[in-house]
Structure formats: structure tokens, C-alpha cells
């Protein structure tokens, strides 16, 4: 509350064109003191330099953590399979839903359905399907949700 008191005290009105504490008091109001001295300080110098060895220090862990996450997930990591046009593929039903599928039990229910044919290559990531229209989902898919089709030997 004081805070608002002083900077209402302290503006200068346009009707008077001075301040209600030089009105009242015939002076502006002391509001500075210097805090900042002349000089060096060694201590305030002496945790400036604390600060930035730390800071050196938590930039190097931070980055051979990076280096250590990296290491470790790039060893789970495999290439893209590649597709072409016309390959034969089977899709995924992870994500479809059960009415989707039109089947009771899910843990009865086959893996990857198919198998259909790549129509186009939209990335290395993705891949556009010919679709029959009763699964109702949009043909272009990512290729983590197919695998190649490998003909069955009768």
C-alpha cells in the first residue's frame, strides 16, 4: 500500500502541474539512494565467478548427457525399410477400432491385415495404400504401421 501512496504522491497532476507531496510539503519527494557503490566489491566479483564456472561446469554434464542419451537410443534405432511403388504390404490394426474391424475380441483378432499394394511413395516415411473404401481410414500411411508381405508357402 505504501507503494501505491508514494507514486500517487509522486505523479504530477496535469490541473496543478506538481506533485500533491510538493504541494504539501514545497519539495519532491527523496526517493533515491545509492545502492551501487564506487568501487570494486570482491565479494559480489568473487560469486560472479562462482556463477560462471558453475555454469561451465552444468553446460559440459549437460551435454555429455546429451551425448550418453543419444548413444543409447541410436542403438534401438534401425533404417526405414524401403518401399516402391506396387510392393505388396500388410497394415497395422493397432490403432483401428473394434467397430472398425467388426469383430468381438481383439486378442482374437489378426495383427496386420492385407495385403495391399503401395500406390505411391509420399516420403521416406510415409506411404500412400489402395485402400478398399469400407476400412475408412486415409491411405497414406506411416511405414512404422506396415511390413512387406512375404508370400505363404503351400
Given at each position: 500500500m505504501a507503494i501505491?501512496?508514494?507514486a500517487f504522491n509522486n505523479k504530477v497532476h496535469t490541473a496543478t502541474k506538481s506533485?500533491?507531496?510538493?504541494?504539501?510539503?514545497?519539495r519532491e519527494p527523496r526517493?533515491?539512494?545509492?545502492?551501487r557503490k564506487k568501487g570494486k566489491n570482491e565479494k559480489a566479483e568473487e560469486f560472479a565467478?562462482?556463477?560462471k564456472e558453475r555454469h561451465k561446469e552444468v553446460r559440459?554434464?549437460?551435454?555429455?548427457?546429451?551425448?550418453?542419451?543419444?548413444?543409447?537410443?541410436?542403438?534401438?534405432?534401425?533404417?526405414?525399410?524401403k518401399y516402391r511403388v506396387s510392393d505388396k504390404v500388410l497394415i497395422s490394426i493397432k490403432d483401428f477400432s473394434i467397430e472398425l474391424m467388426k469383430k468381438a475380441t481383439k486378442k482374437?483378432?489378426?495383427?496386420?491385415?492385407?495385403?495391399?499394394?503401395?500406390?505411391k511413395i509420399v516420403s521416406g516415411n510415409a506411404v500412400e495404400l489402395e485402400l478398399p473404401m469400407l476400412l475408412?481410414?486415409?491411405?497414406?500411411?506411416?511405414?512404422?504401421?506396415?511390413?512387406?508381405?512375404?508370400?505363404?508357402?503351400k
Open positions: 501505491a501512496d508514494f506533485s500533491p507531496f510538493q504541494i504539501n510539503h514545497g526517493i533515491s539512494f545509492d545502492i565467478r562462482e556463477m559440459v554434464a549437460l551435454v555429455k548427457s546429451q551425448e550418453e542419451m543419444k548413444r543409447q537410443a541410436d542403438k534401438s534405432r534401425k533404417e526405414a525399410e482374437l483378432m489378426e495383427k496386420f491385415i492385407g495385403p495391399y499394394v503401395v500406390r475408412r481410414i486415409h491411405p497414406v500411411v506411416n511405414v512404422r504401421r506396415i511390413v512387406k508381405y512375404r508370400e505363404q508357402v
